[in-house]
């Protein structure tokens, strides 16, 4: 192995030694058939997190909103692999963004995907679907994760007040005024909580997806009509 790149190497190893997640030494996460640049500024994309595409690929809609798109994994995904939909992301965080513009740039899909800084359009035109990653972590369970979370990631994207459903709680009766088909990721054991909140905001049909591990991970909620 040359000199330097043992040397880089071992600097790597020693990242690793503090726990910095290997996402972020690396500086890249693959998501489904992309690969994504993550740093400190946003979440590493998680293979639960695929649900919400998944869906996307079933209801085949035209006009997509991811809400909290982080990286922009959600939204650069469904536009990859759905070509003829219109897809807008948004977050809270401009720093997100800047790492969610520059993935769209490098992946070839910065005509695709429109970027807006806000948890949900103030206004315009409806959409088929909302997806939403947004934070549910509980204060309470925030010492028990692992430090890879608790110090490299941002809090502000994961946590979501006492019981972790303050932004979904937020979020729901949004969303329900612009789609007829609401999913969100939601924690282990909020999937029930979150169905009576889409139920309360007129979602008549309400469906839970689990992950690989078999935990309820993607609760759906669908208008009267919706598919």
């Known amino acids: 192995m040359p000199a330097g790149a043992g040397r880089r190497f071992g600097e790597m190893v020693r990242r690793r030694l503090r726990r910095e997640p290997v996402a972020y030494i690396l500086g890249r996460r693959g998501f489904r058939g992309i690969e994504l640049a993550v740093d400190r500024r946003v ?10 595409v998944e869906l996307a690929l079933e209801l085949r809609p035209r006009t997509v909103l991811d809400a909290g798109t982080g990286s922009g994994a959600i939204a650069l995904a469904i ?3 759905l070509p003829g939909c219109e897809v807008i992301a948004t977050d809270a965080s401009g720093a997100a963004l800047e790492v969610a513009r520059a993935n769209a740039e490098r992946l070839g899909l910065a005509g695709r995907v429109d970027f807006v800084e806000a948890m949900l359009p103030p206004s315009g035109p409806g959409f088929d679907l909302v997806v939403a990653n ?17 110090e490299w990631e941002p809090r502000e994207a994961l946590l979501g007040g006492a019981d972790g459903l303050d932004v979904i709680r937020v979020a729901i009766p949004a969303a329900a005024g612009i789609a007829p088909v609401l999913a969100l990721e939601v924690g282990v054991g909020q999937a029930g909580a979150v169905g009576e909140l889409l139920f309360g905001a007129g ?25």
Do not use: H, K, M, N
Request: charged content about 25%; proline content about 11%; hydrophobic content about 45%.
């Open 43 to 52: 979440l590493i994309p998680r293979p639960e997190t695929e649900l919400l």
């Open 79 to 81: 536009a990859d692999e």
């Open 134 to 150: 947004l934070p549910y972590v509980a204060e309470g369970d925030w010492p028990s994760l692992q430090p890879e979370v608790t």
């Open 203 to 227: 979602f008549g049909a309400v469906e839970t997806r689990v992950d690989l591990a078999g935990a309820p991970r993607v609760v759906v909620g669908a208008r009267d009509g919706a598919a």
